[in-house]
């Protein structure tokens, strides 16, 4: 690949391509970001980062990212606080426990030390955890949660020493052929383009629709809460989600964050805060865990999710020469962006190929010949 790279989205995702490119040898890339970066579905992320997905794309691409967020200084060049506190679902259905006992299974093949536990250690993961009609839980040690905002400060920075350029406030008006590429319109400028890479999150169906794609990609509410200290909070306690309700309490260092169960929220580009959710979200956490009846809702936010009809990301070239789609990661981008970015970047110079991402293909679709994903059932 030669010629300047425009990425539309200045999210985790379009940052961290932004500095593998240039990482790996091709500085020419201007990130326009209509806001400021991360102000979109980054700035609203909870963290986590977990390998437990049924589907073996996104299993893969997690366990990856874990090693990546491990070694994100050496690799970066900046530190990152990576808390590998574990994932615990808890499985209450003889359904839910045969669906991820198979998905366990497989990610033990692929190297992730995720486990079936059965009741009694239940407990000693989540004291005072009420096991009556748990049939069990899905437990990896390794997953965590760290901080999206700090990750896409890092690739920003280290990405603009290595030469990249980045445009905030400057939104994508329009997208039109030119000779050897495209002409990307946004601001008041227009910018030259080689390649044009369409990393815009929720929007990533209207940057599409500019290049006459019809991008299967929806933006879908999701609500969060903070929550204060309890003395049975520990930030060591796995992030544990209730799959009866699809409620879960994510521990940080001062109280933690709750949420779930609002899954089929309607897409919409307007994300307000549906208070009524923060009690129905601590009742259903209550049942499970009792002394979570104590905790006290200190703050609130909703963000959007970019969501694909089969909870996969839309990533690789596509059937309109010299664009690249990285959208539609469903909730997962955070987690998934460094190893997306890195896989990308080398892919699009020709130093790899998509070997991998295959499943993630645009035309799966189009019912075009391309290895289809499984479908994700590890989700809430």
């Known amino acids: 690949m030669t010629g300047h790279v425009v990425i539309i989205g200045g999210g985790i995702i379009g940052c961290s391509l932004a500095f593998h490119l240039a990482k790996y040898g091709h500085p020419e890339v201007t990130v326009l970001e209509a806001g400021l970066l991360g102000d979109g579905a980054t700035g609203k992320a909870t963290g986590g980062i977990r390998q437990q997905f049924s589907s073996p794309v996104n299993a893969a691409i997690a366990h990856q990212a874990v090693g990546y967020f491990r070694d994100f200084e050496p690799l970066v060049g900046e530190p990152f606080a990576f808390r590998q506190h574990g994932y615990l679902f808890l499985l209450s259905t003889p359904g839910q426990h045969e669906q991820f006992s198979r998905a366990v299974a497989m990610q033990q093949a692929a190297g992730i ?59 994508v008006r ?4 030119a000779a050897g590429g495209f002409e990307v319109h946004a601001g008041e400028d227009s ?25 299967p990609v929806e933006p879908h509410p999701r609500q969060a809460f903070g929550i204060g200290p309890l003395p049975q909070l520990d930030p060591a306690m796995p992030l544990t989600v209730d799959l009866a309700s699809g409620a879960y309490v994510h521990p940080e260092a001062h109280g933690g964050i709750v949420g779930g169960g609002d899954r089929d929220t309607p ?37 959007l999710r970019e969501m694909t009809p089969d909870d996969h990301a839309i990533v690789g070239p596509c059937d309109v020469p010299n664009w690249w789609n990285v959208v539609g990661f469903s909730g997962h981008g955070f987690m998934q962006a460094p190893v997306i970015g890195d896989r990308v970047a080398r892919w699009m110079l020709g130093q790899a190929d998509g070997r991998g991402l295959e499943a993630l293909r645009l035309g799966r679709f189009a019912g075009k010949p391309t290895a289809e994903p499984e479908a994700e059932s590890a989700v809430f």
């Open 113 to 171: 030390d995720a486990e079936i536990v059965g009741t009694g250690k239940l407990g000693q993961l989540v004291p005072g955890l009420d096991t009556g009609g748990l049939l069990g839980g899905a437990y990896c040690r390794s997953d965590g949660s760290g901080s999206p905002a700090d990750a896409l400060a890092a690739f920003a920075r280290q990405a603009r020493r290595r030469g990249v350029r980045f445009a905030e406030h400057t939104r």
């Open 191 to 215: 910018f030259r383009a080689g390649v044009v890479v369409n990393a815009a999150g929720p929007w990533a169906h209207d940057v599409g629709a500019m290049a006459g794609l019809d991008l």
């Open 267 to 303: 897409a919409s580009y307007q994300a307000p805060v549906r208070w009524p959710l923060a009690g129905t979200v601590i009742e259903a956490l209550t049942r499970r865990i009792p002394w979570m009846a104590e905790a006290e809702i200190r703050s609130s936010w909703c963000g």
């Open 174 to 177: 329009a997208v039109t052929p």
